[in-house]
């Protein structure tokens, strides 16, 4: 059984900063991950692929978070961090974490239960 466990989140000023984390555990399969990456579904504006990190290093960001959010990973530990720096108001969403993993198929998809970020106007 494989789960996604967030942290971090919370309420900042406009201007500020804010860490998410997210941590894989409960399977051996974890060790096998492909990519973890981030989605934020914001009120009264359609769900966003905000992030992404590949097993290699290479990283996608949102158009318009770049340059003001980073994504990095552990490997050793599977958990995964998103520093939010910058923050603006649009920023304020629930952001969900995931891990895609290879299967029989396809890649499986795994989500976290997501954490709430505020931005202060």
């Known amino acids: 059984q494989v789960r996604l466990d967030q942290s971090g989140g919370g309420s900042g000023p406009a201007g500020g900063s804010l860490t998410l984390s997210c941590s894989a555990t409960?399977?051996?399969?974890?060790?096998?991950?492909?990519?973890m990456g981030w989605d934020r579904q914001p009120i009264g504006r359609q769900r966003e692929s905000v992030a992404s990190?590949?097993?290699?290093?290479?990283?996608t960001y949102l158009d318009s978070v770049k340059g003001r959010f980073t994504i990095s990973r552990d490997g050793a530990t599977n958990t995964m961090y998103l520093q939010l720096n910058n923050l603006k108001p649009e920023d304020a969403a629930t952001y969900y974490c995931?891990?895609?993993?290879?299967?029989?198929?396809?890649?499986?998809?795994?989500w976290g239960k997501g954490t709430l970020v505020t931005v202060a106007s």
């Open positions: 995931y891990a895609k993993i290879p299967g029989v198929v396809h890649l499986m998809e795994y």
């Open positions: 409960g399977s051996e399969i974890i060790n096998n991950i492909q990519t």
């Open positions: 990190i590949a097993s290699n290093g290479t990283t």
